[in-house]
């Protein structure tokens, strides 16, 4: 007998099968006892039948208690009344763990203080449940990204033997009998997790920040273990288009023998002065440059001419403290790509830009699954009712195959059957959903972006017209697009061919993927 999840009870409809989840809902009509159980892929309605159990388990279905977990077997079945969806004819039932009490969130509204004494109650809930997935779904994608590029997650403790930011008892808690504080200091112990995880790289250290751009600049300077002739460089993060170029120009005037170097463009704007009378007053702008970054030194000059400052205030650059010790400053070509963004408009100058540095594939996909016996089919992650099936190893969508094998394509990434065999038992009868967010995290995990797919459906039957829309909704959710980019159509051949008779059903797709060049 099989286990499936609730979200999976399409595919085992006349089937009797075993279910094991939490009573999410209970009501009684006469000699019916409905049933709502969850197990976290879903929500299904289990009717027992005064006549298809034994005394003892429909008495049991009378009694139990919101949230206890529980074991339901019984026949599948199609809802009579919403379409889409299923429900369970019981056989059996086992409470595996009863709960203690009634559960105390009701339908009714709940005051906010309520709702937090009882937030691990409340988490269960459809709209709490639904924020988790959503936020799970993020994260996920988040770790997808830099596990696909070698990256390891680090966590601080949540509970130390110590209080560690040197409280008191403020976050004391009973730990087993022990004394235990719940820790908030996640720096202390990134710190030492990112000063591993460079440690023993070349010219690479890590320096605790100050609270000035220029106290940084010296910390990160004495954290290098350079001589006093090593070129050093300067260089502001918000800046980010830098290229090898730039380096190139700044270290070439370093050698050359000058002190600093600076790239640096030309003021293009006329420029203006308002004195404290309101006046204003035009300023020659012919011996003005915008200085930009990085900017490059010798490490003990920079370092002495940062010692050195005596103001008034902080250096705004690394160069003016070069200058103030009297150091001999050289200007190389600036660029306008070397922008700092400050704000939220330069942001997304930022974002047009980078662009340019990205490029767009295409990839498409074909697939064929023939008809066979059955109650209905899935075609697009939609399930339609029909007096056929489709028949293959896993839930035969031919829709989301070819488009599977589309964003595969586009990424050089083979085809379905390398990334899911049909020799391998496990993605026998396996929802295709899975297979197309895989490609999905695939080209995400590469910092690629789906710009639109399309997908064409050629049959005689079912008829794709009436669920088109539901479709592309779909698969729109699957791949995290608005629906503006999803195109779905269908087609016949006219009564010619394999799809004309009949026989089968073939999908073919199209996408568009945007990657780093």
């Not at 999976?8 to 075993?18: I, P, Q, R, Y």
């Not at 009634?102 to 709490?128: A, V």
């Not at 997304?348 to 498409?364: F, I, K, Y």
């Not at 699954?369 to 009712?385: K, N």
Request: charged content about 20%.
């Amino acid at each position: 007998m099989s286990e499936p999840r609730i979200e999976d009870l399409s595919k085992h409809v006349g089937e009797t099968v075993t279910l094991r989840g939490w009573l999410y809902n209970r009501r009684s009509s006469g000699k019916l006892h409905f049933l709502e159980v969850r197990d976290g892929t879903g929500i299904v309605q289990c009717v027992v039948f005064k006549g298809n159990v034994s005394p003892e388990t429909f008495q049991q279905a009378d009694h139990i208690l919101q949230e206890s977990t529980v074991e339901v077997t019984g026949a599948v079945k199609e809802h009579g009344k919403i379409r889409g969806q299923y429900e369970l004819d019981v056989k059996d039932l086992k409470v595996l763990a009863a709960t203690a009490q009634e559960y105390p969130i009701s339908p009714k509204e709940h005051g906010t203080d309520f709702l937090m004494d009882n937030r691990h109650l409340w988490l269960r809930s459809k709209r709490q449940h639904a924020i988790v997935r959503v936020r799970h779904t993020i994260i996920k994608a988040v770790r997808d990204f830099f596990d696909g590029r070698g990256f390891t997650l680090v966590d601080a403790p949540i509970f130390t033997p110590n209080a560690c930011e040197g409280t008191s008892n403020l976050f004391e808690t009973d730990y087993h009998g022990d004394k235990a504080y719940l820790t908030q200091s996640g720096q202390l112990y990134m710190e030492a997790a990112a000063a591993a995880a460079v440690s023993g790289l070349p010219a690479c250290a890590v320096a605790r920040g100050g609270d000035t751009r220029a106290k940084s600049v010296v910390a990160g300077l004495e954290a290098l273990c350079a001589d006093a002739d090593s070129i050093v460089l300067v260089h502001d993060a918000a800046r980010p288009f830098l290229g090898p170029g730039h380096i190139e120009a700044l270290l070439a005037a370093i050698e050359a023998g000058a002190d600093g170097a600076v790239p640096a463009l030309p003021v293009a704007d006329t420029l203006k002065r308002r004195n404290e009378a309101g006046a204003v007053v035009t300023i020659s702008r012919s011996e003005l440059w915008r200085a930009q970054t990085p900017q490059a030194f010798r490490h003990g000059a920079l370092l002495a001419a940062h010692r050195g400052w005596r103001g008034p205030g902080e250096p705004t650059d690394d160069a003016s403290a070069v200058e103030a010790g009297g150091g001999r400053i050289v200007l190389t070509p600036g660029d306008p790509l070397l922008m700092k963004v400050t704000w939220p408009e330069e942001l997304a100058m930022a974002e047009r830009w980078a662009v340019g540095t990205r490029t767009t594939r295409v990839g498409q996909g074909f697939d064929v699954h023939r008809f066979g016996p059955g109650q209905g089919l899935w075609l697009c992650g939609v399930w339609i009712a029909h007096t056929h099936a489709l028949i293959g190893h896993s839930d035969a969508d031919a829709g989301l195959h070819a488009l599977t094998d589309a964003l595969l394509g586009a990424i050089g990434e083979g085809d379905i059957g390398e990334h899911f065999p049909a020799s391998d038992p496990q993605w026998r009868n396996a929802s295709s959903d899975r297979f197309l967010t895989h490609a999905a995290c695939l080209i995400a995990s590469r910092d690629g972006r789906i710009v639109n797919v399309d997908l064409t459906l050629i049959c005689e039957w079912p008829k794709i017209g009436p669920r088109r829309q539901e479709m592309r909704g779909r698969l729109a959710t699957l791949l995290g697009l608005d629906i503006t980019r999803v195109g779905v159509k269908a087609t016949t051949t006219e009564g010619l061919g394999f799809t004309g008779r009949g026989e089968g059903l073939a999908a073919q797709a199209i996408a568009a993927v945007e990657m780093p060049a």
